[in-house]
């Protein structure tokens, strides 16, 4: 995965600051060193964009782990608002079964134990999806874990790209100068 000078920057930031050094501890919570991060986000760009169940069993935690997306929901015709996969078996059943979709991937933010990630990707029909996704992870003995992961994404592009269509309603009518400050 290629990764741009924000992640060498969140490095320096984190080394900077007090016990900010590789692996430290933010008060009572262990936080992942930038190396860390770099490992958590590549295992879960090769989680979601070639699976493998190895590398999900290495890098989702068991005790705790689920995954939200309303843009997921919309298009398996769940409930908008819960879970999309409520552990990691339901999760892993259901990923094995997708093809692959590479990420290609930019991490925007760390804060102790949750990573921000933007991405994109292009499969089938070759439309461009643009999408973000939060990881929460925990320490289990001398691993980081993915517990939670909530992900938004543009969904109808992935209608498309998976074979889909949609139909776009006319845009509204606007006042002339509605827009205007």
């Known amino acids: 995965m290629k990764f741009t000078i924000a992640i060498s920057a969140l490095a320096a930031v984190a080394a900077a600051l007090p016990g900010g050094g590789p692996g430290y501890d933010h008060g009572q919570v262990a936080c992942p060193s930038p190396n860390d991060v770099t490992e958590i986000t590549n295992a879960y760009a090769d989680i979601i964009g070639a699976y493998k169940q190895p590398v999900a069993d ?15 929901n919309i298009l398996i015709a ?38 921000v990630t933007t991405w994109w990707t292009k499969f089938g029909a070759n439309v461009p999806v643009h999408g973000i996704s939060v990881l929460t992870v925990v320490r289990r003995g001398d691993q980081w874990k993915i517990s939670k992961v909530v992900t938004e994404f543009n969904s109808v592009a992935w209608l498309i790209d998976m074979g889909g269509s949609c139909s776009i309603p006319a845009p509204p009518t606007v006042a002339p100068g509605a827009y205007e400050a």
Request: aromatic content about 10%; charged content about 15%; hydrophobic content about 35%.
């Open 78 to 115: 769940q409930p908008l608002g819960g879970p999309t996969f409520p552990n990691k078996a339901v999760f892993e059943m259901l990923q094995a079964k997708n093809p692959p979709t590479p990420l290609h991937q930019t991490v925007t933010a760390v804060q102790c134990n949750t990573i």
């Open 58 to 72: 290495r890098w989702l935690d068991d005790q705790s782990f689920s995954d939200w997306s309303d843009s997921i």
